[in-house]
């Protein structure tokens, strides 16, 4: 038994996030049955509202799945959880070695923006082209602090994405933008690069005013991978894997 005890404040709380770690870190492996509610209430000390409680909360994350039967079984959180588990994987320190989630974030916030551009050129009312390049043309005067920049990006990139009129990748953009999220925690200083770009602003938005969709869509992705981290590519060996 674990000497581990839970704080009586937020209990239930307290007891879903040691035992979502324990299901994301493989301490508890997919399709195993999750430890018996009598169990688990033992060994934190808890009563067994509260391990209910942690355990529904579980399965609204797609953890855990609950039969009729009462067994509740770890599932395989790669192939069910959503994008909301990011947020939690970010404070998950155990799996901070095997996943490089910010790197990840980055290359996604990328993919989604290039393909908002596209979208924007080809979608948006005229008025919000013309608020576009209006943005652009401030963002000019924004700045030398990084902080300033990536505030006025945000709103600039709030419009693009806006005028995509595609609401699943405005749901994500405010996932990436949120505050606590891992590319909301990007130091602004790794980003100099792409926030101190003005000329690709105003050529992003020249092209989405001139209804360019390829090349928006070029501009854009262009952009974005300034903040996307350069890893080793891994290649096999001439003549396979031996």
């Not at 924007?120 to 030398?144: F, K, L, M, Q």
């Amino acid at each position: 038994m674990t000497e581990q005890r839970i704080r009586r404040e937020a209990v239930s709380e307290q007891l879903f996030t040691l035992l979502r770690d324990r299901i994301l870190s493989g301490d508890l492996a997919a399709g195993v049955p999750l430890t018996a509610e009598r169990e688990l209430a033992a060994e934190f000390g808890v009563n067994r509202h509260a391990v209910r409680e942690a355990v529904k909360r579980l399965q609204q994350a797609r953890l855990v799945e609950v039969s009729h039967g009462g067994r509740t079984m770890v599932l395989d959180w790669q192939r069910t959880a959503g994008l909301d588990l990011a947020l939690q994987l970010a404070h998950t320190e155990r799996l901070s070695t095997s996943y490089d989630l910010r790197r990840d974030v980055l290359e996604m916030r990328a993919s989604i923006g290039a393909d908002a551009a596209r979208l924007c050129a080809a979608r948006c009312p005229d008025r919000t082209a013309a608020e576009i390049v209006s943005a652009a043309a401030a963002y000019i005067n924004t700045g030398p602090d990084l902080t300033d920049l990536a505030a006025a990006d945000v709103t600039w990139w709030r419009l693009i994405v806006e005028g995509s009129g595609n609401i699943a990748y405005l749901l994500a953009f405010n996932s990436l933008v949120g505050e606590g999220f891992t590319a909301g925690e990007v130091p602004t200083e790794l980003r100099a690069t792409e926030l101190l770009d003005v000329a690709g602003h105003m050529k992003l938005a020249a092209l989405i005013a001139s209804r360019d969709e390829q090349g928006a869509e070029a501009a854009a992705r262009a952009l974005l991978a300034r903040s996307v981290p350069v890893t080793p590519h891994t290649r096999e060996p001439e003549g396979g894997t031996p």
